[in-house]
């Protein structure tokens, strides 16, 4: 394992969620590689989503939080520029080995991965007050 692949597997520390043997190999992905990404960079996908409300979204703000929580879902659903944004923090952060297992089956797991960013965000929808 080269040095690079070693340090980013020290920085993304365990694995998250459950896996055992009728685990598909998504899922195994899922739970050992993205989820502890996903974990690592979250203060990077709140700065992120903050800097995208205050371009594209100013009444974010003025929303209730239902409409808030579909401008989440919106913004990484359909706003493919921000969405390869989002993808790219994730990947940027896949060992070599990781990464051709990812481009071999990369639109399921593009799926799950963007998934559990919108959850993820959606359950932090509070942090995208005006004071921050």
Do not use: H, W
Request: charged share 25%.
């Amino acid at each position: 394992m080269d040095q690079r692949d070693k340090l980013i597997k020290e920085l993304r520390g365990e694995s998250l969620g459950e896996s055992n043997i009728q685990s598909s190999s998504e899922e195994l992905f899922q739970n050992e590689v993205i989820r502890p990404i996903l974990k690592l960079q979250n203060d990077l996908f709140i700065a992120s989503f903050l800097n995208y409300i205050s371009k594209y979204k100013r009444d974010f703000y003025a929303k209730s939080v239902e409409s808030k929580l579909a401008v989440i879902e919106n913004a990484i659903q359909k706003d493919i520029k921000f969405r390869n944004a989002l993808k790219g923090m994730v990947i940027a952060l896949f060992t070599t080995d990781e990464y051709a297992l990812y481009i071999q089956n990369s639109s399921s797991l593009n799926k799950r991965m963007m998934n559990l960013l919108i959850e993820r965000l959606k359950s932090q929808v509070q942090l995208f007050d005006q004071g921050n």
